[in-house]
């Protein structure tokens, strides 16, 4: 089993910064690729970022360019450094750790095994 836990969410105004930060503890030695989704009420949840560990990071497009996602392996640790943050960012962030390494997009719930339970990112206008 694979314990996550997010952290760092919180208010900041349009335009302000926060840095996610996620921890992942337990059978951590078969994580191959962590990754950022992001839900709002009554939607389905939506991949942000994501990064194989060793491999390059990918973003959704209505990230890309303010979102950077950057993992430490050895640390079984996962950030995403949030700039420029607008109200539509406003919601609940979910870090999730994929343990197969079986070929994938990463952008896909079904691709990863262990789930936190979210943090709240509020971005006032």
């Known amino acids: 089993q694979v314990q996550v836990v997010e952290s760092g969410g919180g208010l900041v105004q349009r335009g302000g910064s926060l840095r996610l930060s996620c921890a992942a503890s337990?059978?951590?030695?078969?994580?191959?690729?962590m990754g950022w989704f992001r839900q709002a009420p009554g939607k389905e949840r939506e991949f942000v970022a994501a990064?194989?560990?060793?491999?390059?990071?990918i973003y959704a497009e209505s990230v890309k360019g303010r979102f950077t996602v950057s993992g430490d392996n050895q640390e079984n640790m996962l950030y995403l450094q949030m700039n420029s943050l607008k109200p539509e960012d406003s919601t609940v962030y979910y870090c999730?750790?994929?343990?197969?390494?079986?070929?994938?997009?990463?952008?896909?719930?079904?691709?990863?095994?262990?789930w936190g339970l979210g943090t709240q990112v509020t971005v006032s206008a």
């Open positions: 337990g059978r951590t030695f078969s994580n191959v690729a």
């Open positions: 999730a750790v994929r343990t197969s390494g079986l070929p994938a997009t990463l952008q896909l719930v079904l691709d990863y095994q262990y």
């Open positions: 990064i194989w560990f060793g491999g390059s990071p």
